[in-house]
């Protein structure tokens, strides 16, 4: 379902219905990453940014866009494999921060990144996640774009690394990395 923006374009962004699971795959993924997110509201939609935004220059972005209307919140997610790599085109703080800067550059985009309301960025890894020691960099990058585009709060607060399990027993959103499962997924929006 197509829903209509604030321009006169028409965009794909599909809705999750308010207490629904959804499970969002990266659909150029060899190692079939995925994240399982719940709307715990009744504006909350997702989007494939390479369906949305118009030209990238090339370069590899992110993989999911969740846009909480109610909250004014945007949410950007990379998928990755059990290994994060902070070089090159992979580098998954970058790709968000890619994104961050087209959707900016989009007359379309720009007031859904650029309005008020918190961004957070998450890096989603399949069971294990081997977090590289040489993130400090990258991850302050990112925050500073995210602080630039009106988010407020910490590296940890607004960057998250996300581990998908198959069980887990609850999960902590004060925690750097969250540990997400079917029966505690990822809640939209997360503020």
């Not at 494939?48 to 999911?64: C, F, S, V």
């Not at 866009?65 to 085109?89: M, P, T, W």
């Not at 985009?109 to 040489?134: C, H, M, W």
């Not at 998908?164 to 999960?171: E, G, I, L, Q």
């Amino acid at each position: 379902m197509k829903k209509k923006q604030n321009s006169n374009q028409v965009m794909p962004f599909i809705p999750i219905n308010n207490g629904n699971k959804k499970k969002l795959m990266d659909k150029h993924s060899a190692v079939n990453a995925y994240v399982i997110v719940k709307a715990v509201d009744d504006e909350v939609y997702f989007a494939y940014p390479e369906d949305i935004i118009p030209a990238a220059n090339g370069q590899k972005i992110t993989d999911l866009l969740i846009h909480c209307r109610n909250q004014d919140e945007v949410d950007f997610i990379e998928l990755k494999g059990a290994n994060i790599s902070c070089n090159g085109q992979d580098n998954p703080f970058e790709q968000i921060r890619r994104t961050i800067n087209a959707m900016r550059d989009s007359e379309d985009l720009r007031d859904i990144v650029t309005g008020r309301g918190q961004k957070y960025a998450f890096i989603v890894s399949p069971e294990r996640q081997a977090i590289p020691k040489n993130i400090s960099t990258p991850k302050r990058v990112l925050w500073k774009t995210l602080k630039a585009i009106g988010s407020e709060g910490s590296q940890d607060e607004l960057i998250k690394m996300v581990k998908m399990v198959p069980k887990v027993n609850c999960m902590d959103k004060t925690k750097p990395q969250l540990i997400c499962s079917n029966d505690f997924p990822l809640e939209m929006p997360f503020q």
